[in-house]
């Protein structure tokens, strides 16, 4: 079993900043890679970023130079720095994971349980 457990959600206005976090724990063998997605209401979800192990990092169009994603490989977490938030940052935001299970031998998708962003004033 491998679980992703997140935090740092909230409200902020706009302008503001948040950090969330997300730990992954469990049946981990390696990590293939660790992002963030979101969905807002009414909308589906969709990529913010995401960070492939040893390599680089990806970003949706509409938080490049706001948004930093990072790792600490040694703890099986990434963060996500969200700066200059804007109202319609608001959505659920959702860790992801590309975990090699340690017991099964195989790569699965893992999903946290979403915490909510509001921006707003």
């Known amino acids: 079993q491998v679980q992703l457990v997140e935090s740092g959600g909230g409200l902020v206005q706009p302008g503001g900043s948040l950090r969330l976090s997300c730990a992954a724990s469990?049946?981990?063998?390696?990590?293939?890679?660790m992002g963030w997605y979101r969905q807002a209401p009414g909308k589906e979800r969709e990529l913010v970023a995401v960070?492939?192990?040893?390599?680089?990092?990806n970003y949706a169009d509409s938080v490049k130079g706001r948004f930093t994603i990072s790792r600490d490989n040694a703890k099986n977490t990434v963060y996500l720095q969200m700066n200059s938030l804007k109202p319609e940052d608001t959505a659920v935001y959702y860790c992801y994971a590309d975990i090699l299970d340690q017991v099964t031998k195989f790569y699965g998708d893992y999903w946290g349980q979403g915490t909510q962003v509001t921006v707003s004033s």
């Open positions: 960070k492939i192990t040893g390599g680089s990092a």
């Open positions: 469990g049946s981990i063998f390696s990590i293939n890679a």
